[in-house]
């Protein structure tokens, strides 16, 4: 089983939401450019017949439209996001999962530990009528005692709740746990005769018993008592309690090797209940994860009476349920089906939590998981962020995207909200810098249809573009309004796109006033190329306090500080470059302030025009 789980880890590669969203926003821009630079060259070859000037000019115009610096930026905010999750000790081993966190709107996870305390007490050892009967936790201990597999929590509990002395007793050989089972057994050499002992999931107990045991008198089950057994296994389950039945056989001292196959005509001795109690916090982390627009659902090993019963004192909303023994008799497609209405899957095996995951993704949504167990580890790899905890098994924190120094929902909740400013902050500067280099390629376009010469230098387009980049770079340090905080925040390319075609032509409208102007000024081509390198890196630069908020810049939503002094550094070296010593070699002459005046009232109009078609453009598509 441990064997099938690595080697399915192995093979794993999930491609998550931030994958997708990147991978479309690349083609789309690809597709833009290769349109608009075979356009352009096509342009310039046909009207100037120098082939060499119109190649290099469309590849200046190719870089110009290229976001190159979204890796940069992609990276920064992820970092900064990394470095504030750690504050709120949420460590982060993939920088990509922190927009996966943000963008998440359905969180899978197992019940204990996250609902529940994960502080497992032995509450009951009884017989199979409810009466507290020490052989039965003297078998239990036998088995937890013996086995030399993993030890699980349950073992633990049983050995720690006191010492039991095993006198005369030999082990013979085991039956290791596995999930599909859901039992293991020990044998052992006693009174003559080797005993085997199994403990597991009741359920899985009955199907191997023949004969129960009360007050030291085997009697037979027959069909109208196994469903009074089930009636008590109920009673323990409806009252929260964990239960392992205990069950035993015995064979001659002759057989010394034993297989599954042995695990049959079991005497039923009893069980032990462990009470782990619900969290405090969790009823209240729950609300506010829900309040977040993130559906919990649990995916759970335990039995169905347990799970309803913790879901219920914790308030998660119960809308269904269904057992792994149901899943399996399921189609892929009825799978997809019954996981848009159901809350609580139980009885699991490990692959059937990665199933239900698929399921999800297959429905479009975005998925977290939180798991600490092996049997949590194809979950972990296969979800858009797999969230894991500092106690958990190796296996499972190799897995994770993301490790929580405490297993809290509360925990969570900080931590999706930091994923959403993190993806904002991403967008905002792809939206800024898609729309406002699709307008300067439209510009670029009209321009070589009726200048007789190039608008631009080759090394201004170049130079406007990289100083523009530079002084995004303090995007990932910027705030964000609290309405992208309140919903999962996940890629939308086919919205960028409409945005970059409503505010690129805007952009592009200023432009051809911009040229107009200075052709009716009769200003030189030098004189014409620095007024458009001004005009053009003044708006794309300052239109990013109007495309970063939905809302009125400045008066009802602020930049953060560091942003607003890096827009103004650059501002001003944009606007000092024409006077510099730099100025002839990039081709720039002075500009009079008459001119730079008309340019700054062009600026304001057009980030104003940019507002209010923002304003439209929200109520209509957002």
């Not at 039992?183 to 359920?203: C, F, N, Q, Y």
């Not at 089906?337 to 009885?347: A, G």
């Not at 400013?421 to 898609?434: D, E, L, P």
């Not at 501002?571 to 340019?599: D, K, N, T, W």
């Amino acid at each position: 089983q441990f064997g099938e789980i690595s080697l399915r880890l192995s093979r794993l590669v999930v491609e998550t939401s931030f994958d997708k969203g990147i991978k479309q926003l690349t083609w789309l821009m690809l597709r833009v450019m290769l349109v608009m630079v075979v356009v352009i060259f096509a342009i310039n070859a046909f009207f100037r017949g120098n082939l060499t000037e119109a190649f290099l000019f469309s590849l200046a115009v190719a870089v110009g439209l290229t976001p190159e610096m979204l890796p940069m930026i992609v990276a920064l905010n992820l970092s900064k996001g990394a470095i504030e999750m750690s504050k709120k000790r949420v460590i982060v081993k993939r920088l990509n999962s922190i927009q996966n966190f943000g963008a998440m709107d359905v969180l899978c996870t197992d019940k204990t530990g996250t609902l529940t305390l994960d502080k497992v007490v032995l509450e009951k050892y009884c017989d199979v009528e409810g009466t507290d009967d020490e052989t039965t936790l003297r078998y239990a201990y036998t088995n937890s005692f013996f086995q030399t597999g993993l030890k699980g929590l349950l073992d633990r509990t049983i050995l720690d709740h006191g010492k039991i002395e095993l006198r005369n007793m030999k082990k013979i050989d085991e039956i290791p746990f596995d999930f599909s089972r859901k039992i293991m057994s020990v044998i052992v050499d006693t009174d003559d005769k080797h005993r085997l002992i199994a403990k597991g999931a009741p359920e899985e107990i009955y199907k191997r018993c023949t004969h129960y045991e009360l007050h030291d008198v085997v009697h037979p089950i027959e069909k109208k008592k196994l469903e009074f057994l089930h009636k008590e296994n109920d009673i323990l389950g409806a009252q929260g309690f964990r239960v392992l039945a205990v069950a035993y056989r015995d064979f001659s001292r002759s057989k010394t090797v034993f297989s599954q196959e042995d695990e049959g005509e079991l005497i039923l001795r009893g069980y032990v209940a462990f009470l782990d109690p619900p969290k405090p916090t969790a009823k209240e982390a729950i609300e506010a994860i829900r309040k977040l627009g993130i559906e919990v659902k649990i995916l759970t090993g335990d039995s169905e009476l347990v799970t309803k019963k913790i879901c219920s004192e914790v308030g998660l909303n119960l809308k269904g349920f269904l057992s792994g023994d149901e899943l399996k008799e399921l189609s892929d497609a009825k799978v997809r089906e019954v996981v848009k209405e159901t809350t609580v899957f139980y009885r699991l095996s490990p692959l059937q939590k990665e199933q239900i995951i698929q399921a999800l993704h297959a429905n479009k949504h975005i998925v977290g998981y939180l798991g600490d167990g092996i049997n949590d580890a194809p979950a972990l790899k296969a979800a858009d962020v797999g969230i894991s905890v500092e106690g958990a098994v190796d296996i499972a924190k190799e897995s994770a995207d993301l490790i929580l120094l405490r297993k809290s929902l509360k925990v969570l909740k900080e931590g999706v909200i930091e994923g959403r400013k993190t993806f904002r902050n991403i967008v905002k500067y792809v939206q800024m810098g898609t729309s406002s280099n699709f307008g300067n390629m439209l510009s670029m376009t009209g321009a070589s249809l009726f200048l007789p010469f190039l608008p631009m230098l080759p090394i201004q387009v170049l130079l406007n573009n990289f100083l523009y980049d530079l002084s995004q770079l303090a995007i990932p340090t910027d705030s964000v309004d609290s309405e992208y905080l309140t919903t999962p925040q996940q890629w939308n390319v086919s919205y960028i796109r409409r945005f970059m075609f409503l505010i690129g032509p805007i952009s592009s409208l200023f432009d051809f006033l911009t040229f107009g102007m200075l052709l009716y000024l009769g200003v030189s081509i030098a004189a014409f190329r620095t007024g458009w390198f001004v005009e053009s890196f003044l708006t794309q630069t300052l239109v990013i306090y109007v495309i970063r908020t939905r809302k009125i810049p400045f008066l009802q939503s602020r930049p953060s500080a560091l942003l607003l002094t890096s827009s103004l550094v650059f501002v001003a070296i944009a606007l000092l470059l024409p006077i510099s010593p730099f100025a002839h070699a990039l081709g720039f002459v002075p500009l009079p302030f008459s001119l730079l005046g008309l340019i700054v009232l062009e600026l304001f109009a057009y980030l104003v025009l940019v507002q209010l078609a923002k304003r439209w453009f929200v109520k209509t598509f957002a």
